[in-house]
T-cell receptor, first 115, second 111 residues
Framework: DTGVSQNPRHKITKRGQNVTFRCDPI?????LYWYRQTLGQGPEFLTY????????KSRLLSDRFSAERPKGSFSTLEIQRTEQGDSAMYLC?????????????FGPGTRLTVL | QKEVEQDPGPLSVPEGAIVSLNCTYS??????FMWYRQYSRKGPELLMY????GNKEDGRFTAQVDKSSKYISLFIRDSQPSDSATYLC???????????FGTGTRLKVLA
């Protein structure tokens, strides 16, 4: 399968714990994006990388959230001291950089439940 | 006012019906528009994208953009139960690569 993959698919944690999610983009894509989606809403942008550089972060990304893409390939999203409001689907997408239009391909998401 | 508005539905139609899904947007600088399909508990899957006004057709799907009205539509012909999903419209914020999504419209096609 050459699509975007995300692990784990589901994560249940207790409030206050730290969690880390991983995203593996499509191999030739050098842009990688993180979005968050809550029930009944569309995805909301969190951050994006071009290669290993994090170029934009949303105000939604509080200081408890950190994302990395150390070698310009896979990325991790860590949430520290989780809160119940962090419960959501975390989506990763990737795209190429050629052209002015970037078609973003999404992974299956990681569903986080904070108890 | 949200930058991209979409009726959340749900919309129920009989099999074989023509479905019309719509979004409005507020910023005339938006240029590209995407339609994604999302099945329950799955990631969004890109269906179509359009640039500029007019129609774009792909099989049973037609995307339409009316920039003068800031209105985008997705038509599904001969709808099938397998089309039952949430349909999201999206556009990249001008000058950035981040997409702004509508809330999604939940569609149910009844056999």
């Amino acid at each position: 399968d050459t699509g975007v993959s995300q692990n784990p698919r589901h994560k249940i944690t207790k409030r206050g714990q730290n969690v880390t999610f991983r995203c593996d983009p499509i191999s030739e894509h050098n842009r990688l994006y993180w979005y968050r989606q809550t029930l009944g809403q569309g995805p909301e942008f969190l951050t994006y990388f071009q290669n290993e550089a994090q170029l934009e972060k949303s105000r939604l990304l509080s200081d408890r959230f950190s994302a990395e893409r150390p070698k310009g390939s896979f990325s991790t999203l860590e949430i520290q001291r989780t809160e119940q409001g962090d419960s959501a689907m975390y989506l990763c997408a990737s795209s190429r950089t050629d052209g002015s239009y970037n078609e973003q391909f999404f992974g299956p998401g990681t569903r986080l439940t904070v108890l | 006012q949200k930058e991209v508005e979409q009726d959340p539905g749900p919309l129920s139609v009989p099999e074989g019906a023509i479905v019309s899904l719509n979004c409005t947007y507020s910023n005339s600088a938006f240029q590209y528009f995407m339609w994604y399909r999302q099945y329950s508990r799955k990631g969004p899957e890109l269906l179509m994208y359009t640039y500029s006004s007019g129609n774009k057709e792909d099989g049973r799907f037609t995307a339409q953009v009316d920039k003068s009205s800031k209105y985008i539509s997705l038509f599904i012909r001969d709808s099938q139960p397998s089309d039952s999903a949430t349909y999201l419209c999206a556009t990249p914020r001008s000058g950035t690569y981040k997409y702004i999504f509508g809330t999604g419209t939940r569609l149910k096609v009844l056999a």
